[in-house]
């Protein structure tokens, strides 16, 4: 149910209002208005932060409600619910799902303040001139569509944005190096016998599939087209090595939670698997040593961005817009930026975090003093450097985005029957 | 009017509607529901009313069905037969070995303190016992029984029928309990002075007598077990599968009406084994 008291058709008469009032500049009934403003995002979780939800009240004046779902649910609630939600926290290869039904609406450019700033990925795909778009759902080729009500996606940038990217990382292997005791460098070591008994991988299909396209194309065995929009046959033989290897006992256990990720690496039961970078700081700050290990094929990354509802008008859209003006500020920027992830606009973060957390997250350099969490807990001890590196080191090798591929069904069916095997 | 208030029929059947009404509405009609679903489609976001066998088809023409039913089947049966050895145990302990009646209550509440706790914390627990570094490998490590900890005691079908062996002995227990203490003793007394050896006295006077105790037992523990898909998925680390997980998985995919599908064919195979196992014995009769 909607808890705010606007109907949609008092927003609509707001928003009325609000034109006449840009007509006949009054402002002051418009900021009198915005505070009763309830915007409702429902997203992944990833970003769902009640910090942020209290400083959109502290500095907007109007009321963020955030919904956490699964992939899947939010794709569902996205693509056929648009009456539940004004904002869409969504990942990019979710975007290529659900704009096509229409339920989002293009955001204005020129209305964008930051956009002139926001990192090469998002617009034309490469961080460096010479950068080489990875394979996969690369966002900036799901960021920009023809017009407001546009239903295709957009070769190049053209002033309608599909989402306004707003938190993204890039994710490898996670690793015990003492229970270890020598480098890691490839994907590849996943399936190494040596590690047999003691690897993991997660068990959400859709990432997982592209785990094991990273480390069956690192061992030599199979070579893909796009990672990212496998050929049934390329999926069958991927499932077909890893099937292999489960039944050899390489595996020790699968995860689908954080938590179980978390557990299964500090309890010792795995020392290499699949893991996101939270996970990584979590087993850390248990006082174990735990790597989040840069290979040489490079990362699977991910990106999410804000998609409005195309139900949003009015007074309401005014605040939205607002909402993402502030977003890309640089007071969430700081905030996600401390917790591992990156900022859209990385250079307006760096006015909120302290010169050492920038340097550590940022830049790569080794932390001057002890690096806190958001929330005031010791992350990394003074002396520590990022695993990986800097942020051009980091996003700049990029191997496969995550995605949605067209044998979707098909992929998912097989790795049900993986699981089961 | 007077005479059909008086009438015996609509006491009864007044009686019994407040049971009718509730069991209609949240017991057959969700069962009709989930039927009625399993012959619609789904698209990847939604579903939509139809008529189609697919979901049956799919089912019955994939491998992995096959090997998930056997499966489910295989830690039904196994943790079967441990319970009701257990569960026969203990409950002839408790009938015939312990005397003063109050001892015998104490003790059979004892057996139910586990449930204090929700089961999903009963089986977590395990997780660190039975570890690569866990309690168990520890005490073996240090007592010089092994040499490297053993990887089989988790993670494995080993760790799943221990969980659910753990979870359900109890449900044995109870009924075959409550069937031992109505056994006369003087039966067993009458047999002892005809000849009949201990294990005679079991086999032919005890275990006949418990049938009705052992076979609710059975069906507790076989139905909790093939409806079961939390312990196998975290005991074995989501390396086995059972039909519950398979159904799981649908429903995290929002694949509800292949999700209906194989609910339908569990609920049905469930209620065979359940048949099969009434006509054995006619609980009613033995009640």
Redesign the interface.
């Known amino acids: 149910m909607k808890k705010n008291h606007y109907s949609r058709r008092s927003l609509l008469k707001g928003g009325a209002a609000a034109v006449a009032a840009s007509a006949f500049p009054a402002p002051m009934i418009w900021a009198q208005d915005i505070k009763d403003v309830v915007l409702r995002q429902a997203g992944t979780g990833v970003s769902a932060y009640n910090e942020v939800a209290a400083k959109v009240k502290e500095d907007l004046g109007f009321t963020l409600e955030m919904t956490a779902l699964?992939s899947?649910?939010v794709?569902?609630k996205v693509?056929?619910q648009p009456d539940s939600y004004d904002i869409a926290d969504i990942e990019y290869w979710i975007c290529k799902?659900?704009w096509p039904?229409g339920n989002l609406q293009a955001m204005d450019t020129s209305k964008i303040a930051n956009y002139d700033k926001i990192v090469g990925i998002f617009i034309d795909g490469k961080l460096a001139p010479d950068s080489v778009i990875a394979q996969g759902t690369a966002p900036h080729t799901v960021g920009f569509t023809d017009a407001v009500d546009g239903k295709a996606f957009a070769a190049s940038p053209t002033g309608f944005m599909t989402l306004i990217p707003t938190i993204y990382n890039a994710d490898t292997l996670g690793i015990r190096p003492d229970l270890i005791g020598r480098p890691i460098e490839s994907w590849a070591e996943l399936l190494n016998p040596e590690f047999k008994?003691k690897a993991?991988i997660l068990?959400i299909?859709s990432i997982g599939i592209m785990d094991a396209a990273m480390v069956c194309e690192a061992m030599g065995e199979i070579k893909y087209g796009d990672k990212g929009n496998m050929t049934t046959d390329e999926i069958d033989k991927t499932m077909a090595i890893f099937t292999e290897a489960?039944k050899a006992g390489q595996?020790?256990?699968?995860?689908?939670s954080f938590d179980e990720s978390v557990?299964l690496m500090a309890?010792?039961?795995v020392v290499i698997q699949s893991m996101w970078s939270p996970a990584i700081a979590a087993v850390r700050s248990k006082g174990i040593a735990c790597t989040y290990q840069p290979l040489k094929e490079g990362y699977r990354s991910w990106g999410g961005g804000l998609g409005l509802s195309a139900g949003l008008s009015g007074l309401a859209l005014d605040a939205a817009y607002e909402y993402i003006n502030w977003y890309l500020s640089g007071w969430v920027g700081g905030f996600l930026m401390r917790q591992g992830y990156y900022s859209a606009v990385p250079e307006t973060s760096k006015a909120f975090m302290s010169e050492d957390e920038w340097g550590f997250w940022y830049e790569g350099k080794a932390a001057a003093g002890d690096i806190l969490s958001p929330q005031g807990t010791v992350m990394e001890k003074a002396g520590a450097t990022r695993d990986g590196g800097a942020f051009v080191d980091r996003m700049g090798k990029v191997a496969c985005w995550n995605s949605v591929m067209d044998e979707?069904?098909y992929m998912?069916r097989k790795w049900?029957?993986f699981?089961?095997? | 009017m007077q005479r059909i208030l008086n009438s015996r029929h609509l006491t009864g059947w007044l009686l019994a509607a407040p049971l009718v009404v509730v069991l209609a509405i949240f017991l057959v009609l969700p069962v009709l529901m989930i039927v009625v679903v399993s012959f619609w489609q789904a698209t990847e976001f939604s579903i939509v009313p139809a008529f189609d066998l697919g979901n049956y088809e799919f089912l019955f023409t994939s491998h992995v069905t096959l090997d998930v039913f056997w499966n489910t089947f295989r830690y039904a049966l196994i943790t079967w037969a441990l319970t009701l050895g257990i569960g026969f145990t203990v409950s002839w302990f408790l009938a015939f070995h312990i005397r003063s009646q109050t001892t015998q209550v104490a003790l059979a509440l004892l057996c139910t303190v586990p449930f204090w706790t929700s089961n999903i914390i009963r089986m977590i627990s395990w997780v660190p016992f039975l570890g690569r570094n866990g309690l168990a490998n520890q005490a073996f490590l240090s007592m010089g029984l092994i040499d490297a900890p053993l990887d089989w005691l988790l993670f494995s079908d080993f760790a799943v029928i221990l969980a659910f062996v753990h979870l359900n002995t109890v449900f044995m227990i109870i009924p075959i309990l409550n069937s031992m203490m109505r056994i006369d003793r003087s039966l067993l007394e009458a047999a002892r002075d005809a000849g009949a050896s201990p294990f005679q006295i079991m086999t032919n006077v005890v275990i006949p007598l418990c049938k009705p105790g052992i076979m609710i037992g059975s069906i507790f523990v076989l139905t909790l077990v093939m409806g079961d898909f939390i312990t196998v998925r975290f005991m074995s680390g989501s390396q086995s599968a059972n039909v519950g997980r398979l159904i799981s998985n649908d429903i995290g995919l929002l694949q509800y009406p292949s999700a209906s599908a194989t609910s339908v064919v569990l609920l049905l195979t469930v209620l065979l084994v359940v048949a099969g196992m009434l006509r054995l014995v006619d609980i009613r009769k033995e009640l």
């Open positions: 699964d899947d649910a794709t569902q693509a056929t799902k659900v039904t008994g993991s068990d299909s489960k595996f020790r256990s699968f995860w689908k557990n309890s010792g039961e979707n069904q998912v049900n029957e699981i089961a095997a």
